[in-house]
């Protein structure tokens, strides 16, 4: 069974990073591509960011371009989002995700692309 499990988000301060982990057992990891979403405090679920299952290819949302990065391990099973210059606006819930496919293209910022999701983990930006 696939599991999903986040960690390293907490409350920080406007301009300052985190790193959030995303640890995946029950799959062949290095075969999907994954995914980064987020939910704000009474808004819709929104994509973030997503990497192909070896890392060539990227995409991000317009949001977090230039501040975010996310990145994988695959001999840990791990992928990453690299968070930086932090803005209150980030405030959320973020979720990790294991795409249905090994690659991810640019229309992949819709939830429907994934099959598995982490039950998330809370980041708060304080101004």
């Known amino acids: 069974q696939v599991q999903l499990v986040e960690s390293g988000g907490g409350l920080v301060q406007a301009g300052d990073s985190l790193r959030l982990s995303c640890a995946a057992s029950?799959?062949?990891?290095?075969?999907?591509?994954m995914g980064w979403f987020r939910q704000p405090p009474g808004k819709e679920r929104e994509f973030v960011a997503c990497?192909?299952?070896?890392?060539?290819?990227?995409y991000y949302a317009e949001s977090v371009k230039g501040r975010f990065t996310i990145s994988r391990d695959n001999a840990k099973n791990v992928v990453y989002l690299q968070m930086n210059s932090l803005k209150p606006e980030d405030t959320a819930v973020y979720f990790c995700?294991?795409?249905?496919?090994?690659?991810?293209?640019?229309?992949?910022?819709?939830?429907?692309?994934?099959?598995?999701w982490g039950q998330g983990t809370q980041v708060t930006v304080s101004s």
């Open positions: 995700a294991q795409a249905r496919t090994s690659y991810v293209a640019s229309n992949y910022y819709t939830s429907s692309h994934y099959a598995y």
């Open positions: 029950g799959v062949t990891f290095s075969t999907y591509g």
């Open positions: 990497i192909s299952s070896h890392g060539g290819s990227t």
